[in-house]
């Protein structure tokens, strides 16, 4: 019997085991999970105003999460970008449609869902966002708002488990699920490696999100570093359908 692959899952919680169930449903006993969040979410105070908003925009579950905290409204229509983010949207109880892809494909979206004098577009996003969605609509004559609800926040150091996995090669594939997990990853790598503990990855694949995850990956010694070819939930399960085990 082939032994699980064992994967290293750096998304932030709940979300990482929810993508570990989603491994679980798909493939039973194909992957052994392992977690460490590279992330954590944080709610931020801010003020939210939704008289005059026609619509809500997600760039992720956890602005989704963040939105269901901070209020009880859930009468104002969805627009994701993704699946996987519209799928949290109506767990949350709103009305929620997918854009299947980034955040270009949500901005397409948007501007045909947008109905003139309806009132505007708000987005609800973390402190850190990749790109400018709310300014691409602007540019297009679109009202929109946006407000930063969470912030997301490196966990620390690496736990004692997963650095002695690290080490000895104990790990077959790593998912990093954006550029600035990415980014922390490959400081922790390089950090080991100065101090004469480096990870033994030879044999490790890397499945990064986007290209922009795949970047800061190069050169820390992975067997190989693929990319999803959709920059969702569903494009990181394509990446590892036919991953198979390196270690002997």
């Known amino acids: 019997m082939t032994a699980p692959i064992r994967l290293l899952v750096t998304r932030p919680l709940p979300q990482g085991q929810e993508f570990a169930a989603a491994l679980a449903a798909r493939w039973p006993d194909r992957f052994d999970p392992v977690f460490w ?14 008289e005059g908003v026609q619509a809500l925009m997600f760039t992720s579950a ?29 767990r949350a109880g709103l009305a929620a449609e997918s854009a299947d892809g980034d955040a270009g494909a949500l901005a397409r979206l948007a501007a045909a869902a947008w109905l003139p004098g309806g009132g505007d577009l708000l987005h609800v996003r973390g402190r850190d966002s990749a790109g400018d969605l709310a300014g691409a609509l602007r ?26 996995l690290l080490a000895e090669g104990g790990i077959d594939a790593v998912t990093l699920f954006s550029p600035r997990s990415a980014r922390i990853l490959a400081a922790f790598a390089v950090e080991a490696a100065g101090a004469g503990r480096g990870w033994a990855l030879d044999r490790a694949s890397a499945i990064a999100i986007s290209p922009a995850a795949a970047a800061p990956l190069t050169g820390l010694g992975f067997a190989r570093i693929i990319t999803a070819p959709r920059p969702d ?16």
């Open 37 to 50: 969040p590279l992330l954590h979410i944080e709610q931020e105070p801010a003020p939210l105003e939704l």
């Open 139 to 164: 540019a297009e004559g679109i009202g929109v708002r946006e407000v930063i609800l969470y912030s997301a926040r490196a966990t620390g150091s690496v736990p004692p488990d997963i650095t002695a």
């Open 62 to 90: 956890n602005g989704v999460a963040a939105f269901a905290r901070a209020s009880d409204r859930r009468d104002l229509p969805a627009l994701c970008v993704g699946e996987g983010t519209a799928e949290a949207a109506r």
């Open 233 to 248: 939930r569903a494009g990181m399960l394509a990446a590892l359908d036919g991953l198979a085990p390196m270690r002997p």
